[in-house]
C-alpha cells in the first residue's frame, strides 16, 4: 500500500496547516491558570477540553460559574459594598475548590480574567503550597476581534469599554516574560479568531496530564 506524505490534501483537497503537524504541547498535572480579557474565548476553549474529554468537567473552575451558583445569572449587587461583598465570596470558594483538586494531586484549570499581578499571585500563592507547577494559557487576540466576539456573545454585564480596560491590563501587565517572572513554570498564547483556529482546534493543541500523586506520599 502506498504511503500518503504528511502534508497531502485530504479528500476535500485541502492542505493541513502547518500548526495541524505540530505534535501538542503537553500540560503537566498541577494549576492551569487562564489568563485573559472577557469575551477572548477562555470559556470556549474549555468547553472545548471537556467535550474532547481532554479534561473532565470538574477540572475546570470558573468564577462566572460560581458567580451563578452563589448569586444567580442575573443577580446585580445593590451597591459596591455589597458587590466586593460578593466577589469575596466567589473567590474564597474558588480557592476551595481549586485547593481540593490541588491536595488530591489532580489537574485544575482556573478560569478567570487573571489579568491583573494581584489576581495570578492569589493562585499561583496556592500552587506553591502544593509544590504544583503553574502553567498559564494566554488569551490576547487584537481588540477588534474582542470586541466583535463581546458583541456576538450579547454579555451585558460588562461595556465595551470594560473590554477595552481589560484588555489594555492584559497587554500593559500580562506579557510573557512578567508571567515566568512571577513564577509560572510555562506559558503558552491560545490561538484563536485571528488565526483562524476554532475552540476545538484550539484544545487539540494541548494534552493535559490528569493525575499525579497528591503531595507527600
Known amino acids: 500500500m502506498a504511503l500518503v506524505p504528511e502534508n497531502s490534501p485530504d479528500r476535500a483537497g485541502n492542505h493541513p496547516r502547518p500548526h495541524d ?3 501538542p504541547i503537553r500540560i503537566p498535572a498541577g494549576l492551569v491558570v487562564l489568563v485573559g480579557p472577557p469575551a477572548s474565548g477562555k470559556t470556549s476553549f474549555v468547553r472545548a477540553l471537556v467535550g474532547r474529554r481532554q479534561v473532565d468537567a470538574e477540572a475546570v473552575v470558573s468564577s462566572d460559574e460560581i458567580r451563578a451558583e452563589l448569586f444567580g445569572a442575573s443577580a ?13 465570596r466567589i473567590f474564597e470558594e474558588r480557592d476551595r475548590r481549586i485547593v481540593a483538586r490541588l491536595a488530591a494531586g489532580r489537574t485544575v484549570i482556573a478560569e478567570s480574567t487573571n489579568v491583573t499581578p494581584r489576581a495570578r499571585a492569589r493562585l499561583i500563592g496556592l500552587a506553591r503550597r502544593f509544590g504544583v507547577p503553574v502553567t498559564v494559557l494566554r488569551f490576547a487576540p487584537d481588540v477588534v476581534d474582542l470586541l466583535q466576539q463581546y458583541t456576538e456573545r450579547g454579555r451585558t454585564d460588562l461595556t465595551a469599554a470594560d473590554v477595552r480596560a481589560y484588555a489594555a491590563v492584559m497587554s500593559r501587565d500580562a506579557g510573557a516574560d512578567r508571567l515566568r517572572a512571577e513564577g509560572a513554570t510555562a506559558v503558552h498564547d491560545v490561538p484563536g479568531r485571528r488565526q483562524a ?4 482546534e484550539a484544545a487539540a ?8 500523586r497528591p503531595p507527600g506520599r
Open 205 to 212: 493543541r494541548f494534552t493535559f496530564t490528569p493525575l499525579c
Open 21 to 23: 503537524l505540530t505534535p
Open 76 to 88: 446585580e449587587p445593590a451597591d459596591s459594598d455589597a458587590a466586593d461583598a460578593a466577589d469575596a
Open 197 to 200: 483556529v476554532t475552540p476545538g
